[in-house]
């Protein structure tokens, strides 16, 4: 017998053919698939002759979990109640804390904040024009601060309304002073308001967390500079210095000098900016003049030289700050 047809034997069961017995003792190849065909055939059988099993519902089964599920818990607080009744000193501090806690978190408190600042100039000679006044607030970006006006037998007092930092608070003392040259010197006083919390809460205002968001895309470093000084300002940190690089990979390193603002006025950080191209020396020195004016500096002196054969020009300028502390 050749092997194709023993294989179709083999395939067929036909254990009885004396001819295929003879083949599979003379044919290695042929007995192994015999053997392994033997086989499958014998798992098969066994299969079909076993009992199927009796299938579970559903419902029964989430029952089960939910009972196994229902011991362990209560399992466990049997363990607590037990380690409580040998441990009563444990029971009384484990009770402890839980009311601290409610007490902490829930229980409202009446605290005192700072909702803002006001600026007060009391006897200033003459009254400024509402709209030269609109004019100096909306030039330092405080357009919209209340003003109180009052004439007494000293002179007229202003004073400015809910700055929301001590920043601004000091911006504007510096902007009236310059606009009114006056030598009156302001006064800077917190609005302080009760409220009530729980400590918790309390504790977490007093936190003080500032939090600042720059996207960065298509920006030079100053731009992102820029970016972050303004945001700090409007945050009430307008005194930041911010150092920032970036190295060949694109990573931005940034580093921030912050230091707290003190309650005594002075002039903030004179920043401006003068485009240059096709004016005449007079005209940028005017321009300069007009936004440093605006700033708080009315009395800037200006000098301004050409030199070298590319016309670079060199400025210099002298400030002469206005005394606003009335000495």
Same mark, same amino acid.
């Given at each position: 017998m050749r092997c194709h047809k023993a294989k179709a034997k083999i395939e067929m069961a036909d254990w009885s053919d004396p001819e295929l017995a003879a083949h599979l003792k003379s044919c290695p190849s042929c007995a192994k698939l015999a053997s392994a065909q033997s086989i499958l055939d014998s798992a098969t059988e066994?299969?079909?002759?076993?009992? @199927? *099993?009796?299938? /579970?519902?559903?419902?029964? =089964?989430?029952?089960?979990?939910? @009972?196994?599920?229902?011991?362990?818990?209560? /399992?466990?607080?049997?363990?607590?109640?037990? !380690? *409580? @009744?040998?441990? #009563?000193? *444990?029971?009384?501090g484990l009770a402890s804390v839980a009311i601290i806690l409610l007490f902490l978190t829930l229980v409202p408190l009446p605290y005192q904040r700072i909702s803002g600042y006001n600026v007060t100039f009391a006897g200033v000679d003459g009254l400024v024009p509402g709209?030269? !006044?609109?004019?100096?607030m909306s030039a330092i970006g405080h357009g919209n601060v209340p003003i109180k006006v009052v004439a007494s037998e000293n002179g007229v007092n202003y004073e400015f309304q809910s700055l929301q930092s001590i920043q601004a608070a000091k911006e504007v003392a510096t902007a009236f002073a310059a606009l009114t040259k006056t030598k009156v010197s302001p006064r800077i !006083?917190?609005? =302080?308001?009760?409220?009530?919390?729980? *400590?918790?809460?309390?504790? #977490?205002?007093?936190? #003080? #967390?500032v939090e600042i968001e720059v996207n960065g895309e298509g920006k030079t470093d100053e731009q992102i500079k820029a970016e972050i000084e303004s945001k700090l300002a409007a945050q009430g940190l307008g005194g930041s210095l911010v150092y920032l690089k970036t190295d060949s990979t694109g990573r931005h390193e940034i580093r921030l000098n912050i230091e707290e603002s003190?309650?005594?006025?002075?002039?903030? %950080?004179?920043?401006? %900016?003068?485009?240059?191209h096709g004016k005449t020396d007079e005209q940028i020195k005017a321009e300069i003049q007009a936004k440093m004016a605006a700033q708080g500096h009315p009395n800037a002196k200006i000098e301004m030289h050409t030199t070298g054969s590319d016309s670079l020009k060199r400025m210099e300028l002298k400030i002469e700050d206005i005394d606003t502390t009335g000495h």
């Open positions: 066994s299969v079909r002759n076993q009992a @199927a *099993l009796p299938a /579970s519902d559903l419902s029964v =089964i989430k029952a089960n979990l939910a @009972a196994c599920q229902s011991q362990k818990e209560l /399992s466990f607080m049997s363990k607590v109640q037990n !380690m *409580l @009744a040998d441990h #009563r000193g *444990l029971g009384f709209d030269q !006044m609109q004019k100096a !006083m917190p609005n =302080i308001e009760t409220v009530s919390a729980s *400590l918790y809460a309390q504790a #977490r205002e007093k936190e #003080r #967390r003190d309650s005594t006025p002075k002039t903030p %950080e004179t920043t401006i %900016e003068i485009d240059t």
